[in-house]
Structure formats: structure tokens, C-alpha cells
């Protein structure tokens, strides 16, 4: 760019000095000097295009019309033409690096070493040649080389380079963590679960780098339209020419002025360069937000989305079973301890849950023959007594009769030496945004909101009831979501979105019209099998990656509309002998730099 702004000095000041200077000669070569320097470049491009068989472009007609601007005698307008495009390659350069840098700072993530514990040895390695299973150590203000599970340790980790969000989350033993966060005050040992090409952060990386090549039908109409337009240009500039001059024997130097006027204003630069543009910027902007768009087309189809049907368990709801209410015949102290004891031998969500509940150590001594009963629950004897945890049918199997219960909450029974205790009911929470998600979408347009989950109905209608979605399909198995997501696309004329985290709703997220995953810590071939990944696991993140669509959308749309009428407009007026090569430069580069600035507008926050 510092090149740029001395080569636009330079010719500048040659330009101001030439039309000051009375002596001809010395004022043609001045003229001359300033063209060559501000345009050389641009002839470079058009001839090692020629050379590519790639005869017509934007700089072809440029140089065209400049050239014989110059061969007429019209010098300043020729110098003028190349000065104000050079400056709006400035602009437009400025703009890209603008739009770029949000996928620029995501590069630097990538760490250069792993610290790789080898028995009481700290080894540095490349992440490239650390395992799966190898311990990594990772130190306050270091960022996570490799996707891994903490196996000791606590500390703070700051997750904003992936998801856009400022809040620390605390990290303690068994947590998962992602490559690309940074640890922020304690000693964490890892062990790695994901080689590098197949952790979180490669993949990010991998997928905004590709992002470009995927182009919307906006663009592709741009690219389409220039290859036509432009040759269908120069016909109708000799044309323009050759009819008045040869068939009429009017003036040549007045059509000939006219046709190079002509082509000047033709340049489809604005329409080329800022329309792909306004997409990356939209793509850039949204990475910065922790939501990754895999290309322009889906940008595009997101903004025309009118269904959005959702997956419950890790989309809506946390995933995560608490413990809402105990009810002892007793004492709730001792029945949650009794619970605890016998569940600390699962890793089951509910067993986790209830222990987390309780909260405090548990002696595994004094529990004995352990038993899961398959569908039914667990029991254990505790300190010679003799401990049932599970549904309906297990106390009907020790002589217990349960009353049905009408609730959306998982009960698991209690019963001590086959007498009933007392019950605990569990269920999964909703995200905190997730209501808020579901109005801002509404209020957004989106027509219908449906929700496919494979939780008993009680279950599934409450959530839907508490989070005003208009329809619920309840207790479906990974084939009849499928199934179900066919039948809403085919009665749909609109574009559906499926929103999904688990393994079991990667082949719903690929039928969609667009597929979108819960990136932070969902399945993996969900996200690969998406088109918008959330990193941050927020439903109210969709309602921002579609409007920033529909303000990329609306950009490219007004930067095409902008662009064809101005040059409508001087066309006509070139045509009728009113329009010069001046106002040729504003329908033109003025035109580009309007739109570029336009363009940047998706970049806003």
C-alpha cells in the first residue's frame, strides 16, 4: 500500500505541473511520465491475462479507453481514469484486509509446541506428534494445543478466540477442553483424546479458510454476468463509433470521445469487487461472533430460512441431568446418601447428577454387591442393608406398588430393605437463552418453530410448552427424526434449518436445506456434517447468524442496484454528448469505492 500512495504522489504532482507548463514538448512528456507511472501495473495485469486467454476484463477496458483518451489528446482525463482507480484499489484493498482480519487472528491460534508428559519428564513437542493418550501439560497463559480431557488440575480458561465470548469458564478433573482456549490461572494436565488434524481448532481453521470457495448464486451471477458483459461492451462501443463516423460522416473526434466514454463507465469493477466482498465480510464477521459459516451459499439460504426445527437434548436443554426435588419418608440427608452410594459406581448422567447432589465424599467400602437390573435401575447393599434406585417396575419387582406419575421430570424410586424411602426426580435443564432464542426468531419472521426429540411426550411437550414452540414430536429414534425432518421439507416451500448437537442428528443436519450444529463440545459428525457451526452452543447465536444473512444479503443487493443505475444514468447521458470522461471516472471508480465502503458495513458490530 506504501507503494500505492507514493506512485499516486508522484503522478499527481507530474499531472498539476504538466497543465502548468506552456512549453509542449515538455508538457506531452509530463503527461506521458504520469500515465506510465500510474498505470504500468495495470498493463502488466491485462497482458499476462491475455496470455491466460483471458481477453475481456475490467483493466482491459480501462486501458482501452485511457489509451485512446490519450491518442485524442484528452491527457488529465486518461491520467485522471488511472489516479482514481489506483485509489480505489487503496480502498478496496483496505476493505479486504478489514474483512480478513477476524480469519487472520484465528491463524495465530494455532500453538507451535505441546509440553508432553513422559513419566516425571516434561517434553516439548510439535502438536503434530502427540497422540491420543498422551498427558500434555499446559501452563497458566499458554493456549491449549489439542482437544483433551483435564485429568487434573482446575483453572479458568478463556474460550472467546472460539466463541466470541469474554467470560472465563472453569475447567475442573474430567472436563473436556478444546484446542485454542487459553489457560488462564492454574496447571492443567491433559490427556489428549484427538490428533491435531482432527482437533477442534484445525477444523475451525480449515473450514473459514475453505469458506470462500463455496459461492453464493449472487455471486456466481456476478462472475457469470462480467464474462458476458464486458465483451458485449466493446461491440457496442465500436458500434457507437462506427455507425455516427462511417455510415453518418459525422465527427470522429466527438464519437470517438463518446465511445471511450463509454467503455469507461461499462467497467464492471463495482459489481466484480464488492459483492463477493459484502459475502466475506458477512463470513468474517459472523467467525468473530463463535459462529462459522462454511460458505457463501449457505449465508445466502440462511437469510431466505423460514422453518427452523431443533433437536431438545444439548440444542435447547443443557444436556445435563440436576436434581430438581427429593421427597423422603424419612430423612432427605439419608436418603440422598443412600441414593449417592449406590450410584457411585455409574457414570450413567442420572447417577452423576445425584451425586453431585449429595456432594461429599463417599466411602466405597462400605457398599457390596453392586447389580445393575438392565431397563430397570441398580441396587447395592450399604452397611448390611440392601438399597433399590430405579423406575416403576423395579419396586413392583421387590413388592412395592407405585402410583403413575404425570411429569416431565426422570423419578427414580428409593427402597431400603424392599420398604419404600421416598424418590428423587431429575431432569435436564434449559439453556438460559433458549426462550429468548425462540421470540427474537419469531420476531425475525421465521415462520414456524418445531422440535424433534426422542424424550418420552410428558417430557418433550413441556419443554416445548415452557419455550413456545408451535410443534413437538416426541419419543423418535434417530431413524424417525429422519424421517420426520423429510416429511416438514417436503410440505415446506421455504428453506428449513436443522439445529443439532449429537451423533444421532448428524444425518437430520445433512437432509436440511441448511444444517446447523452446536460446535462447542457436540459430535463430531454433526459438525462436519453441517453448513453453520455455533462454537458457543447458544441458541440465541441463530438468531444473530441470521440477521447478519440478511444483512449481507441486503448489502450485495444494494451494491448491484447502486452500481447498474448510476451507470445507466451516465451512459445515457455520455450518449447524448453530456456526459464526459470525468463523470465516466464517478460511474466508475467513485461507484466501486461507494459500494467497497457499503460492503464493510457486515463488519459492524
Given at each position: ?7 499516486i ?5 507530474l499531472?498539476i ?6 512549453l ?22 491485462v ?14 477496458l ?19 481514469v ?6 480505489g ?16 487472528n ?18 516439548s513437542?510439535?502438536p ?5 493418550g ?39 478433573f ?12 492454574g ?61 453518418f ?18 467497467c464492471?469493477?463495482?459489481?466484480v ?19 462459522l ?24 436443554t443443557?444436556?445435563?441431568f ?22 457411585s ?5 442420572i ?12 466411602d ?12 430397570n ?16 417396575k ?18 427414580v424410586?428409593v ?29 425475525q419472521?421465521i ?6 426429540t ?37 410440505r ?5 434449518a436443522?439445529?443439532?448437537d ?20 457436540g ?15 447458544e ?18 443487493k ?15 447521458l455520455?450518449?447524448?454528448?453530456i ?13 466501486t ?12 458490530k
Amino acid at each position: 500500500m506504501k507503494k500505492d500512495i507514493v506512485k499516486i504522489t508522484i503522478s499527481s504532482i507530474l499531472l498539476i505541473i504538466a497543465n502548468f507548463t506552456t512549453l509542449e514538448w515538455l508538457r506531452i512528456g509530463l503527461f506521458f511520465i504520469s500515465y506510465l507511472i500510474i498505470s504500468y501495473k495495470v498493463f502488466f495485469e491485462v497482458i499476462k491475462n491475455i496470455k491466460k486467454e483471458e481477453f475481456f476484463s475490467e483493466k482491459f477496458l480501462m486501458s482501452i479507453s485511457t489509451i485512446g483518451a490519450f491518442a485524442i489528446e484528452k491527457y488529465s482525463e486518461a491520467i485522471a481514469v488511472m489516479l482514481f482507480f489506483q485509489i480505489g484499489e487503496m480502498f478496496e484493498e483496505y476493505a479486504e484486509e478489514k474483512s480478513k482480519k477476524s480469519i487472520k487472528n484465528l491463524m495465530d491460534l494455532k500453538p507451535d509446541m505441546a509440553n508432553v508428559k513422559i513419566g516425571a519428564e516434561i517434553v516439548s513437542k510439535s502438536p503434530e506428534d502427540v497422540k491420543i493418550g498422551d498427558i500434555i501439560l499446559v501452563k497458566p497463559g499458554e493456549r491449549v494445543p489439542l482437544d483433551g480431557i483435564v485429568i487434573n488440575g482446575e483453572a479458568l480458561i478463556d474460550t472467546s478466540a472460539l466463541t466470541g465470548e469474554p467470560m472465563p469458564r472453569a475447567v475442573k478433573f474430567n472436563s473436556e477442553i478444546l484446542s485454542g482456549v487459553i489457560n488462564k490461572n492454574g496447571l492443567l494436565e491433559i490427556k489428549v483424546t484427538k490428533e491435531l488434524q482432527e482437533s477442534t481448532l484445525s477444523k475451525i481453521l480449515d473450514l473459514v479458510e475453505n469458506a470462500g470457495e463455496k459461492k453464493a448464486h449472487t455471486e456466481k451471477f456476478i462472475t457469470k454476468f462480467a464474462k458476458i458483459y464486458t465483451p458485449t461492451v466493446i461491440i457496442l462501443a465500436i458500434f457507437m463509433l462506427a455507425v455516427p463516423t462511417l455510415i453518418f460522416k459525422q465527427d470522429f473526434n466527438i464519437w470517438i470521445y463518446k465511445a471511450l466514454t463509454f467503455l469507461q463507465v461499462s467497467c464492471p469493477c463495482a459489481l466484480v469487487i464488492s459483492v463477493p466482498l459484502s459475502f466475506f465480510g458477512g463470513i468474517g464477521g459472523a467467525s468473530r461472533k463463535g459462529i462459522l459459516i462454511k460458505g457463501s451459499n449457505y449465508l445466502e439460504l440462511l437469510s431466505k430460512t423460514d422453518t427452523i426445527v431443533f433437536d431438545k437434548t444439548g440444542t435447547l436443554t443443557k444436556g445435563n441431568f440436576k436434581v430438581q426435588t427429593i421427597e423422603a419418608v424419612d430423612s432427605e440427608e439419608e436418603l440422598l446418601k443412600v441414593a449417592a452410594s449406590v450410584e457411585s459406581f455409574s457414570n450413567h448422567p442420572i447417577a452423576i447428577s445425584i451425586i453431585e447432589r449429595y456432594g461429599k465424599e463417599i466411602d466405597k467400602a462400605d457398599i457390596s454387591e453392586y447389580e445393575e437390573i438392565s431397563g430397570n435401575g441398580v441396587t447395592a447393599t450399604i452397611k448390611g442393608k440392601r438399597a433399590y434406585l430405579g423406575n416403576k417396575k423395579l419396586m413392583s419387582k421387590i413388592g412395592i406398588s407405585i402410583k403413575e406419575e404425570n411429569t416431565a421430570s426422570t423419578v427414580v424410586y428409593v427402597a431400603i430393605d424392599e420398604k419404600y424411602a421416598g424418590k428423587i426426580e431429575i431432569a435436564d435443564e434449559i439453556k438460559e437463552d433458549s426462550k429468548l432464542a425462540i421470540q427474537t426468531l419469531k420476531k425475525q419472521g421465521i415462520k414456524q418453530t418445531v422440535m424433534l426429540t426422542g424424550d418420552r411426550t410428558a417430557t418433550g411437550e413441556e419443554v416445548a410448552k415452557k419455550l413456545n414452540i408451535d410443534k413437538v414430536y416426541t419419543e423418535l429414534l434417530p431413524v424417525d427424526k429422519v424421517e420426520k425432518m423429510q416429511e416438514i421439507l417436503d410440505r415446506n416451500k421455504g428453506n428449513v434449518a436443522f439445529v443439532g448437537d449429537g451423533l444421532n442428528d448428524a444425518p437430520v443436519i445433512a437432509i436440511a436445506d441448511i444444517g446447523i450444529a452446536m460446535g462447542g463440545y457436540g459430535a463430531d459428525a454433526s459438525i462436519e456434517a453441517a453448513d453453520v457451526v455455533i462454537m458457543t452452543d447458544e441458541p440465541s447465536k441463530l438468531c444473530e447468524a441470521i440477521r447478519l444473512a440478511r444483512k449481507t444479503i441486503k448489502i450485495s443487493k444494494e451494491n448491484i442496484v447502486f452500481a447498474i443505475g448510476v451507470k445507466i444514468i451516465v451512459l445515457v447521458l455520455g450518449f447524448l454528448g453530456i456526459a464526459t470522461m470525468w463523470e465516466a471516472v464517478f460511474a466508475d471508480i467513485g461507484v466501486t469505492v461507494l459500494a467497497t465502503l457499503n460492503s464493510m458495513r457486515t463488519l459492524k458490530k
